[in-house]
């Protein structure tokens, strides 16, 4: 299933759209009706990548937002890596460890904040007439929910990380404090991960392993998910404190860190890409695979 309309703004949009989604669902592509009758489709996550030109190389950048991004989640990502590697917690101690995720939570933060200004800065100007403002609301636009939902759940991990860096936590507060902070944040990064596929693919299944967005977004999607598993594996008892699985909750964590890790690094080739546009098409032709 795909839906069509604008979830950005590049080229003025024509009054002729065509495309196949849902009414009401939220937009990943249009196909620009131009005046001889041919057909070009325009994408959401393309512009939004790509709204400006890329400065710098591929892998040093400081002067681009999408440089930072890619740096900042990888970062982020290495350091959950390593809070996560087993022994590290008996080689630093348990205070250490906690720091590692709780420092590793505000480079998320920062990256997936930057992520949502990348989408809210895409938007037309009819929905964003003034880009100062710290946050938007645009929930015509898959992308803005996307980082939006994951800007949300990196503020979770922060709260989660962050009291458990506290000694002597009693059951009830690290059940309250810890973990349901951490589950809450691993279902907002699962809801962002699906939305980001949704919009790569442009519907739930696609096969593009040419493309550094499907890549990005099914490592992305993989991570989540540990991400998620973990937060049930981590499940802590309000009345003993015990958890659930420990060894489980820091082996996915490790997984989805890794995958994050992945998907970070590849942000930078996706950064500096040729775009290839497709060829205009007749009226009620498929589009090329990319």
């Given amino acids: 299933m795909t839906t069509s309309g604008p979830s950005g703004q590049g080229s003025p949009i024509p009054r002729q759209q065509r495309g196949d989604g849902p009414a009401g669902a939220p937009w990943t592509f249009v196909d620009h009706v131009r005046p001889d009758g041919a057909v070009v489709r325009w994408e959401s996550r393309r512009h939004r990548k790509h709204q400006r030109p890329a400065a710098g190389s591929t892998w040093w950048a400081p002067a681009a937002r999408g440089w930072w991004i890619a740096v900042l989640f990888a970062i982020g990502s290495l350091l959950f890596a390593v809070g996560s590697v087993p022994g590290y917690t008996e080689a630093v101690g348990p205070r250490r460890d906690t720091v590692t995720y709780f420092v590793g939570s505000l480079f998320f933060t920062a990256a997936a904040y930057l992520s949502y200004r990348e989408a809210v800065d895409a938007a037309p100007a009819a929905l964003n007439p003034t880009r100062r403002r710290i946050l938007a609301y645009q929930p015509r636009r898959i992308d803005w929910w996307a980082t939006a939902t994951q800007l949300v759940g990196t503020l979770y991990f922060n709260v989660s990380t962050g009291v458990a860096m506290g000694s002597s936590l009693s059951a009830t507060t690290a059940h309250q404090h810890v973990w349901r902070p951490d589950a809450i944040g691993s279902v907002c990064f699962l809801v962002a991960g699906f939305l980001a596929w949704y919009e790569t693919c442009h519907g739930w299944t696609a096969w ?83």
Avoid: Q
Avoid at 221 to 228: K, N, R, Y
């Fill in 208 to 290: 593009r392993p040419r493309s550094w967005a499907w890549w990005i977004t099914l490592a992305n999607l993989v991570g989540s998910v540990a991400f998620g598993i973990s937060a049930v594996a981590g499940y802590i008892d309000p009345v003993t404190g015990a958890v659930y699985d420990p060894t489980g909750a820091d082996t996915t964590t490790l997984v989805g860190a890794l995958c994050f890790l992945v998907g970070s690094v590849l942000l930078l080739p996706e950064r500096t890409e040729t775009i290839r546009h497709a060829p205009a098409r007749p009226v009620g032709e498929a589009p090329p695979a990319p």
